[in-house]
């Protein structure tokens, strides 16, 4: 149902043209629910802000992103608009900051209902009233009457949790939908996202830093560096036996579960600003496997087995990829 090709972001700052995605790639199939994992800053949320041209005036956005046979980068404001909170919505990491504190939450709901349903206002308020039931809220009607403020956070979330659903999408893009939560209500906002998904038959595109998170939620994950893909593949296959070095970084920065004692092995370094890319690689200067091969260029992302791709030109597990 989607299908983004070679989608570029460049930020005018300053005067220059700063690029933030180099040529991301991604498919997604009804239903299905993907992964994008990374450090802050690695593109993750550029890209789904970037597939819902959500993004700041000073962004130009390239590429392809066919939604249902449609380039949504073609389409005319009017026209996104219309898929915008209808077919596509998205759930942001900070639910407090993208509410109106001066609306209540019932009014937020119903706002979206009117924008892309003809229905009175009786009529909405009972649709509102069964999301909010739907996400877990007790005592909705009271609850309608609420401002943000007058919320938890969990709460706070699965309202943004209910106005995404509004009006059934057929995607939902969560961004880091758990981040200022304690861990029990991460659970529950998470076991909500899952029994949603199977129920309303929504594909989902889970963005996170939590490889934890990933490990229960999804099949399939993209791993994003700098602003590039750098692996893919089934999590089952990735967690087991990841290719790229980045992606073995990330799983070795880990606890172990299982009992053994022994010292996290963090990543050295950070991810590098987008205006001081490394020579090469993106991942090169923090690469323990790096040679002057890695160098020449960014390598480009290159299929190892059946649906496992990685970018590297000395992958963990031996295979040789090429520079792109």
Do not use: W
């Not at 149902?1 to 700063?18: S, W, Y």
């Not at 706002?111 to 308020?125: F, G, M, P, R, T």
């Not at 005592?139 to 609420?146: G, S, W």
């Not at 699965?158 to 009006?167: G, K, S």
């Amino acid at each position: 149902m989607l299908h983004v090709k070679n989608l570029k972001v460049d930020f005018e700052v300053d005067g220059r043209r700063i690029r933030i995605l180099h040529g991301v790639d991604l498919d997604l199939e009804e239903g299905e629910t993907l992964g994008l994992v990374g450090e802050s800053g690695c593109g993750k949320s550029v890209t789904c802000s970037a597939i819902l041209r959500i993004l700041a005036d000073n962004a130009t956005v390239t590429g392809e992103v066919m939604y249902d046979g449609t380039d949504l980068l073609k389409l005319p404001a009017s026209k996104m608009e219309q898929i915008r909170g209808k077919d596509i919505t998205m759930i942001f990491q900070d639910p407090v900051v993208y509410m109106n504190p001066v609306k209540t939450i019932g009014n937020q709901i119903t706002e979206v209902i009117h924008l892309h349903e003809k229905c009175s206002q009786a009529e909405a308020d009972k649709k509102a009233i069964d999301l909010l039931t739907q996400v877990g809220i007790p005592h909705p009607e009271t609850r309608l009457k609420y401002y943000p403020h007058q919320l938890s956070g969990g709460l706070c979330q699965r309202v943004m949790i209910a106005m995404a659903l509004a009006c059934k999408p057929k995607l939902l893009m969560a961004d880091e939908p758990t981040t200022a939560l304690d861990v029990t209500v991460q659970a529950q906002i998470l076991d909500l996202l899952r029994g949603l998904n199977k129920k309303l038959g929504m594909a989902t595109i889970l963005v996170t830093h939590d490889l934890g998170v990933i490990a229960e939620n999804v099949k399939r994950v993209m791993v994003m560096y700098a602003g590039v893909v750098v692996e893919e593949g089934p999590v089952d296959i990735i967690f087991k036996k990841p290719a790229h070095p980045y992606t073995e970084g990330l799983l070795n920065s880990l606890p172990k579960m299982d009992g053994q004692e022994g010292d996290l092995i963090p990543i050295e370094g950070s991810v590098p600003a987008p205006d001081k890319r490394p020579q090469g690689c993106c991942f090169g200067p923090r690469c323990k496997y790096m040679t002057d091969e890695c160098l020449k260029g960014q390598p480009k992302l290159t299929t190892i087995n059946g649906t496992h791709r990685c970018a590297c030109f000395h992958p963990v597990n031996g295979t040789f990829g090429g520079q792109e």
